[in-house]
């Protein structure tokens, strides 16, 4: 089965940030992540969670190249002193034209600079098959099951081409435990849906977005919410969606998605 991993937004207070990613590390995720906003740095997030865990790996998804420049990423990496042994590099396009060689550039110069696994977010056929060229894995958003296989094929031919082994692939899946996290998934759906770029997505996919998300009563039922898109992927990553970003909430969700059904089958969860 695939790996899992959990995501928040790094707009989330730096005390939920290591909260969390230390429970991670308890309970078996592979990878901790933090999703880059404009009221959030991920980079400064990421440090919150690499100064209370020592073995799980620290992902950022992703930073928009529109906004951060190579450069600055390299330089902000090394003032935060992030563990390159464990560090994910996402990087995307962000807005304005030219995605394909900002990513292609960007890709190019991080390196050069860094050492860590770079990974590329791609949504359409063109930059899964640049992602396919130039990335140690692709993270795709919001997209169902079935669409994995499509995005796959697409970074396969990119590879191919490139004489390059397939990345590796990973996912955030939104998810919602409880009733109370629902208006929250809804909003975020609808947000999302409000950007051209994704919006072309969803056209593509054929769905909305609230179709690539999971809600669900029971922490009992998150294992098999999530099952479609585990059998597809490298890595899936629980994106949290809580109604108030409470530590609560969030420990709430790490726990009911840990691995391996380590809790909602009898395990003691963290404290």
Do not use: K
């Not at 079935?146 to 998810?175: C, H, I, K, N």
């Amino acid at each position: 089965m695939t790996a899992r991993g959990f995501g928040l937004a790094a707009a989330v207070s730096h005390e939920v940030i290591r909260a969390a990613a230390s429970a991670c590390e308890a309970l078996g995720y592979r990878t901790f992540w933090v999703n880059d906003t404009p009221d959030g740095d991920g980079l400064a997030a990421l440090a919150a969670a690499a100064s209370v865990t020592s073995r799980i790996a620290l992902g950022v998804g992703v930073l928009p190249l529109s906004r951060w420049t190579p450069e600055r990423i390299a330089e902000r990496v090394r003032e935060l002193d992030l563990p390159m042994e464990r560090l994910r590099l996402g990087i995307g396009s962000g807005a304005g034209r030219g995605a394909l060689e900002r990513v292609r550039q960007g890709a190019q110069v991080l390196r050069t600079v860094l050492s860590c696994e770079l990974v590329v977010a791609a949504l359409g056929p063109r930059m899964c098959r640049l992602a396919g060229e130039v990335a140690d894995a692709v993270l795709f958003n919001w997209l169902t099951p079935e669409f994995v296989d499509r995005s796959t094929e697409w970074v396969r031919a990119g590879a191919e081409a490139a004489g390059r082994s397939l990345p590796q692939r990973y996912a955030y899946v939104r998810v919602a435990l409880g009733q109370a996290a629902l208006p929250r998934l809804e909003d975020e759906a609808a947000r999302y849906e409000r950007f051209p770029g994704y919006r072309e997505h969803f056209q593509r996919m054929g769905v909305p977005a609230r179709a690539t998300a999971i809600a669900v009563e029971r922490a009992e039922d998150l294992s098999a919410a999530l099952a479609p898109w585990e059998e597809r992927l490298d890595e899936t990553v629980v994106r949290a969606v809580t109604a108030n970003d409470r530590l609560d909430e969030v420990l709430a969700l790490v726990e009911a998605a840990a691995p391996d059904g380590q809790l909602g089958s009898g395990g003691q969860g963290v404290s």
